[in-house]
């Protein structure tokens, strides 16, 4: 082990991006599952009859209150044993991940739809509105308004748990610095600080925009 | 007001009742209230008076009683079961889909007004013209802009509802309701939320549909002096019964039951 070095940290950058570019992808993958699957969630959590609501209830109770990595190793693993071998670690990887965070942009998404007055559905049945339009034209846009700001922090929070999917070999940053650190018996500190500043550098922006668009949003008409 | 040709009551409350949990808001209320009617509810509260504007809205439901070809317990609109339905020749519970069919001809006021935040004032006017009733949306912008003129508000088609005031907004609120062309009308407490200077504007809105239309209205205000003008009945609720009802004239000058000239009092002292 010997210290710091600006060449090998010069060396080891275009790796480590490479790293970071597959925790870009991980993140636009995880990120649409997180979007979609818990907005889904948070409307048959409305409109679901009991029997469909519970159980999922009950598996996104589990999901948020079990660690990331164990759901991770163990999906991995069992996927592998028991469904498809040939599923890549990305792809398990990704889904996990954005089911992970669905539970909690779920609740996000909840919030969002309790907040909205009473009020609100009074007047669209006294106008005898169709159940799908009061969704789309009524509840939906007054939801996201609400929960965009907090479901941006959770993609912001999930995207930083990217390295998580090291444990199963998703070729992130973390992954790369691995890589060269075991070829070359050294490079960790320089491996590891270019793998946070480059968290850095992509989250921070992303965190200043979400805080604009709450101000933006609070600020507006509608 | 009632039309000639109709001799059968637009709504009917036969024996119903309504609980709150432990609580009988509505205790086995009988009344009928021909077309063109405006009936105004007064009373203290908790009187029930919202809670019948309520059913009528199906925004709550009566309390089913046992038997109800025998017992009653059931609102009747236009001669038909209205919080019940026939099946196989009897009273059954109402089932959503037979209750957003009948409700389309009821339209409601809110007190909090409840316009939709996320559309301009010309779209809560078309929305459900378009979407409930299948009507063009070129036929639902010009009632929509001919109903924004009525209550002078044209100029405020395309702003939001935040906008605008509370007066602005209740008015576009009656827009909305009136697009549907509703043969009852309910408004529940139209002016309580509105600062004093916007209420006259709202009222006077409000005596101009009377006076121009025949949808029979009933009311719940603590505006005695717009109740007066408007309305042919006064029904006085407390404890969720009928205490005395007559004509506007008789029963604010010459109140007969102890419980109403207590009420008119402590309203009139405000």
Known sequence: ?222 | MPSPTSNEPIIRFDRVNKDFGDLRVLKELCFDIDPGERVTLIGPSGSGKTTILRLLMTLEHVTPVKHPDENGGVIWVEGEPYSHMKKGGKLHVANERYLRRRRQKVGMVFQQFNLFPNMRVLRNVTEAQVHTLRRSKDEAEAKARDLLELVGLSDKIDNYPNQLSGGQQQRVAIARALAMDPDILLLDEVTSALDPELVADVLAVLRDIAETTSITMLIVTHEMGFARDVSNRVMMFDQGVIVEEDTPDRIFSDPQEVRTQDFLRAVLAE
């Open chain 1, 1 to 222: 082990m010997d210290g710091w070095s600006n060449e090998r940290a010069a060396e080891m950058f275009p790796m480590v991006f490479e790293g970071f570019v597959v925790v870009l992808q991980v993140t636009a993958v995880s990120g649409v599952i997180a979007i979609l699957l818990g907005l889904l969630v948070a409307i048959s959590d409305q409109t679901a009859p009991f029997w469909l609501r519970r159980p999922v209830n009950w598996i996104m109770q589990f999901v948020r209150n079990t660690p990331l990595l164990v759901q991770v190793l163990f999906v991995w693993y069992a996927t592998s044993l028991y469904i498809n071998p040939e599923w890549t670690a990305f792809v398990v990887g990704s889904a996990v991940l954005g089911i992970h965070y669905a539970s909690y942009t779920s609740e996000s998404y909840r919030a969002g739809i309790e907040a909205i007055p009473k009020g609100q559905w009074e007047a669209a049945t006294a106008l005898s509105l169709p159940r799908h339009r009061v969704w789309l034209a009524i509840i939906l846009p007054q939801m996201l308004r609400r929960s965009t700001a907090a479901v941006a922090n959770w993609l912001i929070a999930m995207f930083k748990e990217v390295p998580t999917l090291f444990a199963i070999g998703v070729l992130e940053m973390l992954a790369m610095v691995d890589r060269y650190a075991g070829l070359n018996y050294t490079g960790y500190v320089e491996g590891y600080t270019i793998a946070g500043l480059l968290f850095l550098a992509a989250s921070y922006p992303v965190a200043v925009a979400t805080r604009r668009l709450e101000i933006r949003l609070a600020k507006s008409n509608f």
